[in-house]
């Protein structure tokens, strides 16, 4: 018997055509770049707006890793090394689990708490 699944279980396609870009950097780099610059812009406008500074600082970091580096794999391995930094580094993501997991962080003094209907 197949199995079925759902409409909205269905993967969503992705929002990058790998294809499609990888053409574009081959045949015309010029374009690929500025298409690239327009997608990121996008994505940080689209970011709520207390965070679209620190976006805009990041992306400069790593336009500025990709501009220094000597290949485009070079540039991969510098932004990889960055990325871990921000997980397992000094002030990175694993120590402020850490921190939440130790009581070191201070839980909120009031929380609203929300009523819901039973189920029929």
């Given at each position: ?17 790998f ?6 950097a ?95």
């Amino acid at each position: 018997m197949p199995v079925t699944t759902p409409e909205r279980a269905k993967a969503p396609s992705p929002r990058v055509d790998f294809d499609q870009w990888s053409a574009l950097a081959r045949s015309d780099p010029a374009a690929f770049e500025a298409r690239r610059t327009q997608a990121v812009e996008q994505l940080i406008q689209g970011a709520p707006a207390h965070r679209q500074q620190r976006l805009r600082c990041l992306q400069w970091r790593i336009d500025h890793i990709r501009a220094r580096a000597n290949s485009p794999m070079a540039a991969c391995i510098k932004l990889n090394e960055m990325m871990w930094d921000s997980l397992v580094g000094p002030g990175g993501l694993r120590d402020a689990l850490e921190g939440t997991a130790q009581g070191e962080l201070d839980p909120p003094t009031s929380a609203k708490v929300l009523e819901f209907e039973r189920a029929p």
